[in-house]
């Protein structure tokens, strides 16, 4: 089985930067030799889950539009772990961040972490 950990989150103040992790262990191997997206979501409370950033297979990015400019997703070369910097948080930022593994052709894979929570606050 594949664990997932978020870890990075807190209490910042508005304007202020986080960097969340997002890092896979146990059976990996799947990950490691084979490309997949990864994804930050996050959802606030009485929300729907949304898409915050999202890296491709093919190394492309995808961004909310709230958070362009301001959030960069990136990996390690492992493909077990990825990061989220979040600079210039706004309070509606505030939420619980989940990230994902995903691939969706052969051999599939879908694991999501609990989540971290983030909250922009003075």
Same mark, same amino acid.
């Given at each position: 089985?594949v ?13 202020g930067?986080l ?5 896979a ?7 490691? +030799? ?19 950033a ?16 301001? +959030? ?9 772990i +990825?990061y ?39």
């Amino acid at each position: 089985q594949v664990q997932v950990v978020e870890s990075g989150g807190g209490l910042v103040q508005p304007g202020g930067s986080l960097r969340l992790s997002c890092a896979a262990s146990g059976a990996t191997s799947t990950l490691i +030799f084979n490309f997949g997206e990864m994804g930050w979501y996050r959802q606030a409370p009485g929300k729907q889950r949304e898409l915050v950033a999202l890296l491709s297979a093919t190394g492309s990015t995808n961004y909310a539009d709230s958070v362009k400019d301001r +959030f960069a997703i990136s990996r390690d070369n492992t493909k077990t772990i +990825f990061y989220l910097q979040m600079n210039s948080l706004k309070p509606e930022d505030t939420a619980v961040y989940l990230c994902n593994f995903r691939r969706t052709s052969f051999p599939r894979f879908d694991h999501w972490g609990q989540g971290t929570q983030v909250t922009v606050s003075s």
